[in-house]
């Protein structure tokens, strides 16, 4: 290899790692371009809300349905995954949604339903992680996985309303096994 060849190899791998030292700059002006988005459009819908709800002292009573708070006029507000985990809210529970001043939501657990703890065994899906009870499958919240450090095969204590109407369970526990 000639001098000239060895100085074009070293510029084409100088080039390279300029090359991507740019592209790693313009994906994360990228991510905080669309994080700015996404938390100005988060603030909006939450100002909206709050204007919406502003004639009520801003407190709305509504159930649990899983995933999200529902009002009684039906319209549904997302309920943090780490509260309703840490909680261990069932479908149907009672909730309590106050929208203060600055749009920010605190949700309380109000009346929670009659409860059935259920055992079952992790599984994961598309969507997420489920459990399934004698053959019945319940959707579980991935931040309940998270924080039980829960794996695919465990059993899973869940609790689960006691008519037993719902898709979804509130993890209880994990059985570990030797």
Known sequence: MTKKDKKNQTLEGEDLAT???LL??????IRRAKSLIFSTEIEDMAKQI????????N???GIFDGEQFVAPDGKKFQVP???????????????????????????KQISPVDREKVIGILEESGEGFRINVNDKLYNVLT??????????????VALIPKDGKSDWAA???VILED
């Not at 709050?50 to 002292?57: I, K, N, T, V």
């Not at 985990?85 to 001043?101: C, H």
């Open 19 to 21: 090359i991507k030292q």
């Open 24 to 29: 790693d700059s313009a994906e994360n002006q």
């Open 50 to 57: 709050a204007e919406d709800y502003q004639d009520s002292d």
């Open 59 to 61: 407190v709305i009573e």
């Open 81 to 107: 995954a780490n509260y309703a985990s840490k909680s261990k809210l069932v479908t149907g529970d009672m909730l309590k949604l106050t929208i203060l001043p600055d749009g920010s939501f605190v949700y």
């Open 143 to 156: 931040a309940s996985i998270t924080y039980f450090k829960a794996d695919i095969g465990d059993k899973i």
């Open 171 to 173: 993890v209880e526990n």
